[in-house]
Structures are given as structure tokens and as C-alpha cells.
């Protein structure tokens, strides 16, 4: 069972630029997605896209295209997500999962990244 | 997608049956493969969501069988024929039919 290890919490002033980290031990993305889903504090989930490694294949969200990027690095089964220009409504939870056809089979512990000045 | 959870909030006894209803605002079958892409995702406080139910009506490993799952098209219904202290939490409906999946609003169920 793959499991997904996720980079530690952040806070970042409005503006600035945030990247998090989603590490698989136990195994590798293989040709699953690696795909994000945050969640304001206090409210639902909403998924942001995901990117496949094995095919350099990433997509997004309409709300999030252009400020929103996916890379991986298959030599060390990780997986990454940055936000630029973050604004307090980015204030979240963020979780990585790896999933095929929108169907995760492995979750990260999510991080949370405060936006405060 | 629309996806409307009801109720938002579901008080229930232990031992009592519940129901969670989910709408979405276009049908999620699928005609070319028979499937309707609706998943049924438990979020425990301070957990990351787990997988309930998945294409309607198929439970996931490990997932009791107190769990249960049905509908097509445009309606959905989770159930729980007996509610257990342990199933305390956030329950979400999730469609994968279009991309990007969206999520129903979640229904809060607490033990009275």
C-alpha cells in the first residue's frame, strides 16, 4: 500500500508563492495521477487537478489555470503543487492523493498553508 | 456539476439507521459503460477524506457492510443501517462523471 507523506504547514504573506511537497513510500506513482483537493478552513473540498509523471500529462481546474502549477520528480516518488500570488482566500488545507479516473486510492495527511499578513 | 447534499446535518442515536441524499444538476450515468460516477467519501475530524462507497453502490476494501450505497442518473442515497460511535464526521458526495470532480456541500452526521 503506497502511502503519501505531505510537507510540513506554511504561512505566507499575501502575494507571495507557495510550493508543497507529496512524497510516495511503499511505492511509486506508477501511471496514477497525482492529483490535489483543498479544503478552507471550515468548509468542503475542492479539487484543484493533478498531474500524471509517467506521461507529463497535468490538468487543472479552470479557477485555479495560470496560478496553479504541478511537477513531479520521479527519481524520488514526489510530487508537487505551487500556488503564486496567494491571497487570504487561498488559506487552506491541501491534500495530495493518487488516484486514477478521479478515483484516489491513497491520501496525503494534508498541509495547511495560512495566508496572513 | 451541481452536487446538493440533504440533510447538512444529521443528528442519529447509535444503533438507528441514517440516510444522506445527493442530487447532482446533470446525470452521472454513464450509457456507454452502464456506470453512474457518483463516490460517497467519510472525513473524519482531523482525517483526510476515505472512500465509502464508489460508483454508486460498490463498497470499498475494508468498509463495513453497515454501509450502503444506491441510485443512478441524478439521485443518490448513502445509508447506514446501524450508526456506531466511529461513523462520526463529514460525509461527502463526489462526481467524476466531468472533470474537475465536485463535491456535494457535506452532511455533518453527530451521535444524539
Known amino acids: 500500500q503506497v502511502q503519501l507523506v505531505q510537507s510540513g504547514a506554511e504561512v505566507k504573506k499575501p502575494g507571495s508563492s507557495v510550493k508543497v511537497s507529496c512524497k510516495a513510500s511503499g511505492g511509486t506513482f506508477g501511471n496514477y495521477s497525482v492529483s490535489w483537493v483543498r479544503q478552507a478552513p471550515g468548509q468542503g473540498l475542492e479539487w484543484m487537478g493533478g498531474?500524471?509523471?509517467?506521461?507529463?500529462?497535468?490538468t487543472y481546474a479552470q479557477k485555479f489555470e495560470g496560478r496553479v502549477t504541478f511537477t513531479a520528480d520521479e527519481s524520488t516518488s514526489t510530487g508537487y503543487m505551487e500556488i503564486i500570488g496567494l491571497t487570504s482566500d487561498d488559506t487552506a488545507v491541501y491534500f495530495c492523493?493518487?488516484?486514477?479516473?478521479?478515483?484516489?486510492?491513497?491520501w496525503g495527511q494534508g498541509t495547511l498553508v495560512t495566508v496572513s499578513s | 456539476i451541481v452536487m446538493t447534499q440533504t440533510p447538512l446535518s444529521l443528528p442519529v442515536t447509535p444503533g438507528e439507521p441514517a440516510s444522506i441524499s445527493c442530487r447532482s444538476s446533470e446525470s452521472l450515468f454513464d450509457s456507454d459503460d452502464g456506470i453512474s460516477y457518483l463516490d460517497w467519501y467519510l472525513q473524519k475530524p482531523g482525517q483526510s477524506p476515505q472512500l465509502l462507497i464508489y460508483?454508486?453502490?460498490y463498497r470499498a476494501s475494508g468498509v463495513p457492510e453497515r454501509f450502503s450505497g444506491s441510485g443512478s442518473g441524478t439521485d443518490f442515497t448513502l445509508k447506514i443501517s446501524r450508526v456506531e460511535a466511529e461513523d462520526v464526521g463529514v460525509y461527502y458526495c463526489?462526481?467524476?462523471?466531468?472533470?474537475?470532480?465536485?463535491f456535494g456541500q457535506g452532511t455533518k452526521l453527530e451521535i444524539k
Open positions: 492523493m493518487r488516484e486514477r479516473g478521479g478515483l484516489p486510492d491513497s
Open positions: 498531474l500524471i509523471p509517467l506521461f507529463h500529462i497535468d
Open positions: 460508483t454508486a453502490s
Open positions: 463526489v462526481q467524476r462523471i466531468d472533470f474537475p470532480p465536485t
